[in-house]
T-cell receptor, first 113, second 115 residues
Framework: GNSVTQMEGPVTLSEEAFLTINCTYTATGYPSLFWYVQYPGEGLQLLLKATKADDKGSNKGFEATYRKETTSFHLEKGSVQVSDSAVYFCALRIIQGAQKLVFGQGTRLTINP | EAGVAQSPRYKIIEKRQSVAFWCNPISGHATLYWYQQILGQGPKLLIQFQNNGVVDDSQLPKDRFSAERLKGVDSTLKIQPAKLEDSAVYLC?????????????FGPGTRLTVT
């Protein structure tokens, strides 16, 4: 089946630290990969996406590269800010069939000043 | 552009009662989704509509959950009767179409507590 596994949270970092949130996936087809972010009290927002192997998605200083050989889509940011505190979800979407999003369990990130 | 609207934002009911949630998608979006997000888990798709037709309801507990999108715009999700394990945030999302690259836009969610 199709599934996404994220690194366990919560993750707590100091401002300006380097961030990595690991994400690996299992898919029966050729998925598109996504990172969504959920800020406190708000709905899910698309952060970045990649639709094929070796694509790099980027937004707001965050990056993730679609690695087919390791079935991974790790989220990175070189210097985090307090405003990056949120819950981050990795997700995949299969091209065939109903094309629904399958989410990981989420990783709560807290950035301390 | 107005986002996806959901109401109510919070609801507390007792088990065996019924409850309904409402969603108004972004204007012109043909595809509408309902997700269930249990605390500490990622959202799980319950049902997907394309206009007013159901595309995928494979994970909808049909013995107690129902959803409709009669005019291809607004949608309601109903639970009857509710169980304790239905406590979750119910998210509505919409997209212009169902193509893989289309972004889904999420509403703020309805937090349901069943006591």
């Amino acid at each position: 089946g199709n599934s996404v596994t994220q690194m366990e949270g919560p993750v707590t970092l100091s401002e300006e630290a380097f961030l990595t949130i690991n994400c690996t996936y299992t898919a029966t087809g050729y998925p598109s990969l996504f990172w969504y972010v959920q800020y406190p009290g708000e709905g899910l927002q698309l952060l970045l996406k990649a639709t094929k192997a070796d694509d790099k998605g980027s937004n707001k200083g965050f990056e993730a590269t679609y690695r087919k050989e390791t079935t991974s889509f790790h989220l990175e940011k070189g210097s985090v800010q307090v405003s990056d505190s949120a819950v981050y979800f990795c997700a995949l979407r299969i091209i065939q069939g109903a094309q629904k999003l399958v989410f990981g369990q989420g990783t709560r990130l807290t950035i301390n000043p | 552009e107005a986002g996806v609207a959901q109401s109510p934002r919070y609801k507390i009911i007792e088990k065996r009662q019924s409850v309904a949630f409402w969603c108004n998608p972004i204007s012109g979006h043909a595809t509408l989704y309902w997700y269930q997000q249990i605390l500490g888990q990622g959202p799980k798709l319950l049902i997907q509509f394309q206009n007013n037709g159901v595309v995928d309801d494979s994970q909808l507990p049909k013995d107690r959950f129902s959803a409709e999108r009669l005019k291809g715009v607004d949608s309601t999700l109903k639970i009857q009767p509710a169980k304790l394990e239905d406590s979750a945030v119910y998210l509505c999302a919409s997209s212009p179409g169902a193509e893989p690259g289309r972004e889904q836009y999420f509403g703020p969610g309805t937090r349901l507590t069943v006591t």
